[in-house]
């Protein structure tokens, strides 16, 4: 990896070689899934692109046995369309039929980012769970908890905090820096913690045992690498070995990082149309050519172009219209403007309606968090 690279669960900067991490973190790229993951885009077009494991998750949806899909979130900032990949990947499992399990890392965030639990708590509501809903997440079959307050029946909680604890004894010093590189007491903690995340669903005051797909950005495999190991050691309870898949990031609107604290990279859910569409037009960064006669004569980028990649993550589903704006664009017939109003025009339809969701969303909030 080019030196300028740092990537960890909790710093993420420069130009990511996601061929040469499947390699050095050991994961496998994904192929050959089942039809109802080939129609899901995220899938198909292999924005989920890597994963560990993953076959034990196939057979459970094969034989119809139960599974649990567990992830969670930082509750840092503004949500943008870099997050809906995960929300999209747990309204895809729930609708399959998984027990969802998302953890709001409130503590995480203290910890490493010096954030209150109130300020978490807030960010989570407003921004995450908010979006979710509206996204079509279901209150049914699901399990939203802050890791500040796991419940306020006093077995499960006791049974996450107490497996945390336990776990200590499994993970050494070396570990942790050799997967973590800086680590602190804080971020150790944070790590343990996650890792009960990860694992406690299979907790007798839970489901009990049972396959686990944890799908999460690249950045969090460390997190996964060292939940695996430990949780093979310990031998009471015993835990299946845990499933995740990887996607990965959605680029920011100039390329590089869509960061939360930089509102020219990304595109909010709670962006106006006209603002989106602002945002397109200024800052998103074009793989067309300087002039009109250049990019007539020999075609744009696609495969660099902003407005390209959004349309191919997430809005343009079809298969045959994508194909032909590659084309077109390729070719120079589609201009870089153009490109970018088919997006804008596009992201204006979602977020209103979108917009409209999040208002209902507000009033059945509570449903969605555990107590
Ligand atoms: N560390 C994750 C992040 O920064 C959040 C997280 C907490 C998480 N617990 C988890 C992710 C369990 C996956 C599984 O986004």
Redesign the pocket.
Known sequence: MKKDVVLN??EVSGEIDYDKLIKEFGIQPIRDLPEIFEKNILFRRKTVFAHRDIQRILEAIRDKKPFVM?????PTGKFHIGHMILAQQMIFYQKLGAKIYV???DI?AYN?RAQSLEDSRKIAIEEYIKNYIALGLKPENLEIYF?SERSSDAKKANAYYRLQNLLARYANFNEFKAVYGDISPGKML?AL??AS??LHPQLEEFEGQIPVI????I??DP??RLARDISQRIKNPKFTQLSSTYHFFVPGLKGGKMSSSDPSSYIALTDTPEEAERKIKKYAFSGGRDTLEEHRKLGGNPDVDISFQYLKIFFEQDDKKLAKIYKDYKSGKLLSGELKQILADKLAVFLKEHQKKRKDAEKIIDKFISK
């Open positions: 669960p909790w567990m992830t969670g979130l930082m953890a709001v890392a995480e490493a890791q944070s913690l996650q995340d990860m944890v799908p999460v950005g950045d969090q997190h996964l």
